[in-house]
């Protein structure tokens, strides 16, 4: 049964997240240091090429998707952006402590969103719309591998809502330029709207899959 296999990267370093600030759609580049941090990790780890790039249309994720799938053929999709924190944005968690709209949004739940902002619930259905879009059109296109460059909320929400098997939150955290790789059927993802998740990425050297080479 032919799998589709796809990389899910978080982009680069910010200065907004250098600062400790909510930034959803606040549409901010990388940082000189988040840039030299992606070169770095391009020329130390492998990040193989790929069919299609499809990438969150903020700055910080275009640009990411520049340096590390540079010429790829590259569509944006609005769907992928990070979520919106509304009153929260730009905002450091030490700026809102005495805030009792904060304090409640940190208690967490689906259909609880900061003032203005976005649910969680929102977020999920968004990413589950971002994979069906990116999954039927990589088998439209006919390709099988592909890379979604997009923010770390995002990648978390994909893969502890649809991914297989289940891990922990935290499991799921992933630094600047990295992030896990997927593997799709069209069957489990019809049947289950599930995925398995196959490890973390890029690659070392050492971990290189023979096929990458």
């Given at each position: 049964?032919?799998?589709?296999?796809?990389q899910?990267?978080?982009?680069?370093?910010?200065?907004?997240?250098?600062?400790?600030?909510?930034?959803?759609?606040?549409?901010?580049?990388?940082?000189?240091?988040?840039?030299?941090?992606?070169?770095?990790?391009?020329?130390?780890?492998?990040?193989?090429?790929?069919?299609?790039?499809?990438?969150?249309?903020?700055?910080?994720?275009?640009?990411?998707?520049?340096?590390?799938h540079?010429?790829?053929?590259?569509?944006?999709?609005?769907l992928?952006?990070?979520?919106?924190?509304?009153?929260?944005?730009?905002?450091?968690?030490?700026?809102?402590?005495?805030?009792?709209?904060?304090?409640?949004?940190?208690?967490?739940?689906?259909?609880?969103?900061?003032?203005?902002?976005?649910?969680?619930?929102?977020?999920?259905?968004?990413?589950?719309?971002?994979?069906?879009?990116?999954?039927?059109?990589?088998m439209?296109?006919?390709?099988?591998?592909?890379?979604?460059?997009?923010?770390?909320?995002?990648?978390?929400?994909?893969?502890?809502?649809?991914?297989?098997?289940?891990?922990?939150?935290?499991?799921?955290?992933?630094?600047?330029?990295?992030?896990?790789?997927?593997?799709?059927?069209?069957?489990?993802?019809?049947?289950?709207?599930?995925?398995?998740?196959?490890?973390?990425?890029?690659?070392?050297?050492?971990?290189?899959?023979?096929?990458?080479?």
């Amino acid at each position: 049964m032919k799998g589709y296999k796809i990389q899910l990267i978080r982009h680069g370093m910010t200065e907004a997240n250098t600062d400790g600030r909510y930034i959803g759609l606040t549409d901010i580049p990388l940082s000189a240091e988040g840039i030299k941090e992606l070169y770095d990790k391009r020329e130390r780890l492998v990040y193989p090429p790929v069919q299609k790039v499809y990438t969150s249309p903020l700055k910080r994720c275009t640009q990411t998707a520049d340096i590390l799938h540079n010429g790829a053929y590259t569509a944006e999709l609005g769907l992928l952006a990070e979520m919106n924190f509304g009153d929260f944005e730009n905002k450091k968690p030490e700026q809102l402590a005495g805030d009792p709209a904060y304090k409640k949004w940190l208690e967490g739940g689906l259909d609880n969103p900061p003032p203005n902002g976005e649910s969680a619930r929102d977020v999920v259905n968004r990413c589950y719309e971002a994979l069906n879009i990116i999954i039927s059109d990589m088998m439209y296109e006919g390709f099988t591998s592909a890379a979604v460059i997009t923010h770390s909320g995002i990648i978390m929400d994909m893969l502890s809502c649809f991914g297989m098997p289940k891990l922990t939150p935290n499991d799921y955290r992933c630094d600047f330029g990295e992030g896990f790789e997927i593997m799709v059927t069209a069957a489990m993802w019809q049947r289950s709207g599930a995925f398995e998740l196959l490890g973390r990425f890029p690659y070392t050297r050492e971990e290189t899959p023979e096929d990458e080479d």
